[in-house]
Structures are given as structure tokens and as C-alpha cells.
């Protein structure tokens, strides 16, 4: 009886493996989207604390009325674009998720938001996405978002302390406006800053 048991729940556990590897695109459904998006975001290094889940806190994000069903059906679009193009649940999921919910959570307009998100479709329209830049640029939109950090490398940090910027596009390239801001340069225990400054940075 017990091997009768064992063969049931391997069979059972190897139909999940299948299933989950086979899916390449999620449910248009909010509440399934939902259920299936947040089996991405179990480790979310350092995106939050101890690389603790995101699954709580982006179904309540989801659930709750910050997301209008326009935003949340290209949300799922664009997920479902990532999850074609073999994109992983760290860092790509998460710092997807993370980022959706910075724009929010700092009340920056949709069109900005627009913007992202249209540059992130730029990524996606290649046949073999480059992966690392692809979550390179999501990363540096996260610091900019949630640290105000325009610039981060092993050695020096640029930071600005103002929400009087834009993000847009100049021919190719993707870049972020900022005016009227401090702009400090942190090296080490050393720090520079410019005072009421504006610039063009290209991500």
C-alpha cells in the first residue's frame, strides 16, 4: 500500500514539474495571474531584507485598488513576453515586480511609467534576449526608484535628492532628465556634491 502511495505522489510531483516548465504564458485571469506570478518571487535577494518573499507583498499590492485593469493587463502582458523568452524568477521577476510597485508606491505618473515599460518591450522584440543586460537595466531603474541612485559601481555612487526628473527616449537610447537637484558623488568615506544642478544621464 505504502509503494501504491510513494508511485502516486512521485507521479503526482513529476505532472507539477512538467506543467510549471511547460507554461510559457500567464493566465490573462487576475486572481490565476496572481497565483501563478507569485510563485516567482519566493527569493528576492537584495531587493528586500534577507532576500525574504515578495509573494505576500505583491498579492496585497495586486489585490488592492493601485493598479487600474488597463495597467494590470499590460503587466501581464509583459510578464508573460518574459516568461516566453525563458526570463528567471531572480533577478528578473522580482526586480519586474519590484519595480511596478516603485512606480506606485512613489505616485509617479503612468506616462513615465510607459515609458519603462515600452523599453523593456525593446529588450523582449529580440529573438535571444541578452539576459544580463536585459536585467542590468531593470536593477539600475530599481536603485534610481527606491535609492535615488543615478549611478552605482563597486568604487562610487551618484545620488540625486529630487523627484523633478523624466525618463525618455533619444533616438536609441534610454535616458533619465533630472533638474533643479543636488547631485552627490560618494567615494569611499570621501563626497562631492553640485548644488542645484540638472543633466541628462543615459542608462
Known sequence: MKYKLLFSFLVTL???????????IFDPDYQRFQKQFSQHLEYTGEFRSDGKSMQKEFETFWESD??????????????????????KSFPEFVNYAANRIEFTRRGIAEEQYEVYEDELLEFLKIKF????????F??????????????????????????????????????????????TSLYGRDSVKIYNTSGTYYL
Do not use: P
Open 14 to 24: 513529476l505532472f507539477l514539474q512538467v506543467t510549471i516548465s511547460a507554461q510559457n
Open 66 to 87: 493601485s493598479l487600474t485593469d488597463k495597467q494590470k493587463d499590460a503587466f501581464i502582458k509583459t510578464a508573460s513576453k518574459m516568461l516566453e523568452k525563458g526570463c
Open 129 to 136: 534576449i541578452k539576459h544580463k543586460e536585459f536585467s542590468d
Open 138 to 183: 531593470m536593477l539600475s531603474m530599481y536603485r534610481f526608484l527606491a535609492h535615488n541612485i543615478l549611478y552605482f559601481s563597486n568604487k562610487t555612487t551618484w545620488l540625486i535628492n529630487s523627484d523633478e526628473f523624466a525618463l525618455m527616449r533619444k533616438g536609441n537610447d534610454f535616458c533619465v532628465f533630472f533638474s533643479n537637484t543636488d547631485l
